[in-house]
């Protein structure tokens, strides 16, 4: 097994790490320690390969499995997987075991067996979906919303069934427009938070889509949410700089901790970007166990191992799942 990156992580109730990843076995399932307790999402030989079209436009090797290009995991409150797919154009709600039990996409609800590819919907249309980007569910109504945000702008409301209730959003840079929304949790299943990666924010929504707030965060890449009232918490991971500003401290390449309103509790990681310990690549996603540890997943093929070494040295495989925990 080969994960290459992995590009999202979440933890169940019973703490188990599943990684989406975009090597040759596309979901790997890890204890709280690292052992490797599963693994599914490929039928085919392990050297069963095709080129694709990354969401960034490069030609790269995949492998050919369940998925056309891995990009969110979510776990809800059942324990249920839910899987994006962003060049498939498909979110998978999916068992812990690798079954299929619904699928949203082009071709409607389809339940069961692995459906055919999703098609893309024209770009930013706001029609669904154009390579969308991550999930979450309602703990109350069961209800599913999606970020469609590498070729839309718009946030997307279904039901438990799957069956569509509302859309919101358009691109911009003005409150409540979006420049990629790539990430999406719910606070207290009263309010929705999005990750505007390419506005440097998170902004925060009523359920109905309604603007409330909004604060500064640099790349903003993934939100998560713990805890109610005065003890809840709002993870979010944080991108590096653009090129000319690469190497530049305490720019992105981090997580910071917020209270409900924007208030920063708590920054980790390095002031610089490194393969380090506590040095961040590219954070592309995260989650918290029961503990408190956080699980960061991080896809530094695609930012840095992508380029061949110098002298025709191949590629370098770069680290890219990391655990932190809280320490006295």
Not at 93 to 98: A, E, I, N, Q
Not at 122 to 146: C, L
Request: aromatic content about 10%; proline content about 4%.
């Amino acid at each position: 097994m080969w994960l290459r990156e992995a590009t999202s992580v979440a933890v169940d109730s019973n703490d188990k790490v599943y990684v989406f990843n975009r090597g040759n076995i596309p979901v790997i399932i890890f204890d709280q320690n690292g052992n490797v307790i599963d693994h599914w999402g490929n039928n085919n030989s392990s050297n069963d390969i095709v080129i694709r079209t990354d969401a960034y436009g490069n030609k790269l090797q995949f492998w050919n499995n369940w998925f056309t290009r891995a990009h969110a995991i979510t776990i809800d409150h059942e324990d249920n997987l839910w899987l994006v797919d962003d060049t498939g154009n498909q979110i998978h709600k999916m068992s812990p075991t690798g079954e299929f039990l619904m699928t949203l996409g082009t071709h409607g609800v389809i339940h069961g067996t692995p459906p055919i590819t999703g098609e893309a919907s024209p770009r930013q249309s706001g029609k669904m979906f154009n390579r969308p980007t991550d999930v979450a569910i309602s703990k109350i109504s069961g209800d599913i919303f999606i970020s469609d945000g590498y070729g839309n702008s718009r946030i997307h409301r279904f039901d438990h069934k799957g069956k569509h209730k509302h859309s919101f959003g358009k691109s911009g840079t003005e409150s409540g427009q979006f420049n990629l929304p790539h990430n999406i949790a719910l606070i207290e299943d009263e309010e929705i938070i999005v990750c505007d990666r390419e506005n440097n924010r998170v902004q925060i929504f009523s359920l109905d889509g309604k603007y409330q707030r909004e604060w500064m965060a640099h790349k903003a890449v993934a939100v998560e949410v713990i805890g109610t009232g005065e003890n809840l918490r709002i993870y979010v991971a944080e991108q590096g700089p653009a090129p000319v500003q690469r190497g530049v401290a305490r720019i992105g390449n981090c997580v910071r901790i917020y209270d409900r309103n924007g208030n920063q509790l708590l920054r980790f990681g390095n002031d610089y970007f490194g393969e380090n310990f506590d040095q961040f690549l590219w954070p592309h996603s995260l989650a918290i166990d029961s503990n408190g540890s956080i699980y960061i997943a991080e896809v530094s093929f695609t930012e840095w191992g992508r380029h061949p070494l110098p002298g025709g040295g191949g590629f370098k495989e770069m680290p890219s799942l990391k655990k932190w925990i809280f320490k006295d």
